[in-house]
């Protein structure tokens, strides 16, 4: 009779245990996803940041101009050959969703984009040049893709 009991006992903190173990796992698994979010956000963010670019450079003579919605990097009908600065329209990979925020200038022309995620971003440090502004941002709406022509290349921008 006494062996059960300590069976039962012992099953109890094997379960226990068990469940430590299981919670331990799925934070790390957490984690991880978190920064793969992440990593595809800034190659997702840098996508748009070159196809703005392109858009701009790369228009028919006498023709610099921004865009003034995304869908003009996918379709760029400004010359007689329709140009592709982007293969698709890419989700934010943070929320999931084609709810990026758009940077614009007064004249409503696009300059950029930024996720409107508030959550706070694992990485803190040890970005690319182009991206140093991100270093130390408390969310990842603080992660601002802009492309200014001003020295014909990527100047990050803040708020």
């Not at 062996?3 to 039962?8: A, C, L, M, Q, V």
């Not at 300059?111 to 941002?137: H, M, R, W, Y």
């Not at 969310?139 to 601002?144: I, T």
Request: charged share 20%.
């Amino acid at each position: 009779m006494a062996s059960r009991g300590f069976t039962y006992i012992g099953l109890l903190f094997a379960i226990a245990i068990l469940g430590f173990a299981m919670a331990a796992t799925g934070t790390v698994w957490s984690t991880s996803a978190k920064r793969d979010r992440e990593q595809q956000l800034l190659w997702t963010g840098d996508q748009y940041r070159r196809a703005i670019g392109s858009y701009y450079t790369n228009g028919p003579p006498g023709m610099r101009e921004f865009p003034r919605n995304l869908v003009d990097l996918v379709d760029d009908h400004r010359g007689p050959v329709v140009r592709h600065h982007l293969r698709r329209l890419y989700p934010d990979p943070v929320t999931g969703k084609f709810d990026w925020q758009i940077l614009q200038l007064p004249d409503s022309s696009i300059i950029g984009v930024a996720s409107n995620s508030t959550q706070e971003p694992l990485k803190l440090a040890g970005f690319a040049d182009v991206d140093s502004t991100f270093e130390n941002a408390s969310c990842y709406c603080d992660w601002r893709f802009v492309y200014l022509p001003a020295l014909g290349r990527v100047i990050p921008t803040t708020r």
